[in-house]
T-cell receptor, first 115, second 114 residues
């Protein structure tokens, strides 16, 4: 079965600093990969997705993620953190091999932005 | 924009009650999903459906059932609510195109079982 690991359940950065949220997947066949953001008391909102086109994927709100097959990683970055980026972030994967539509989610990383 | 609407944002029920959580989507999506979200555990799939009147168990179906009588509506049922079912419940929908389509989420229902 597919799985994803998000290193660091909590990450704190200063406003204006680089944001780096880590995600590693476990699959011999590169899957489809997604990053979602969840603001307090809301559902999940899609930030970006990787579906085997360009390895560097740009998303909303200035976020981007790079797919690295050799490292089985799909880390999320943003050059300069803003207070409004404080939220919980989830990495998710779906199985390209089976074509199934289910997503497997990581346990999430809560991002705190310090003024 | 895709709209996934969950009928209640907050719900308080008592142990042993039968609880219905409703979800409606307006994008004609074939796929619909129910998750529960608990701190430190991420999202866990309860049930999903790829078509009307079709349902499949996810990772944690015990104590739950679902109903999908119409394409746009997917209901989650707690047959006899227990305190360990206190959680955030999230509904999602998507197109059925081989896994490369994102799921679209509702705002969630925070359910407390007393």
């Amino acid at each position: 079965a597919q799985s994803v690991t998000q290193l660091g359940s909590h990450v704190s950065v200063s406003e204006g600093a680089l944001v780096l949220l880590r995600c590693n997947y476990s699959s011999s066949v590169p899957p489809y990969l997604f990053w979602y953001v969840q603001y307090p008391n809301q559902g999940l909102q899609l930030l970006l997705k990787y579906t085997s086109a360009a390895t560097l994927v740009k998303g909303i709100n200035g976020f981007e993620a790079e797919f690295k097959k050799s490292e089985t990683s799909f880390h999320l970055t943003k050059p300069s953190a803003h207070m409004s980026d404080a939220a919980e972030y989830f990495c998710a994967v779906s199985d390209k091999q089976t074509g199934a539509n289910n997503l497997f989610f990581g346990t999430g990383t809560r991002l705190t932005v310090i003024p | 924009d895709v709209k996934v609407t969950q009928s209640s944002r907050y719900l308080v029920k008592r142990t042993g009650e039968k609880v219905f959580l409703e979800c409606v989507q307006d994008m004609d999506h074939e796929n619909m999903f129910w998750y529960r979200q608990d701190p430190g555990l991420g999202l866990r799939l309860i049930y999903f459906s790829y078509d009307v009147k079709m349902k499949e168990k996810g990772d944690i179906p015990e104590g739950y059932s679902v109903s999908r009588e119409k394409k746009e509506r997917f209901s989650l049922i707690l047959e006899s609510a227990s305190t360990n079912q206190t959680s955030m419940y999230l509904c999602a929908s998507s197109y059925p195109t081989g896994g490369n389509q994102p799921q679209h989420f509702g705002d969630g229902t925070r359910l407390s079982i007393l």
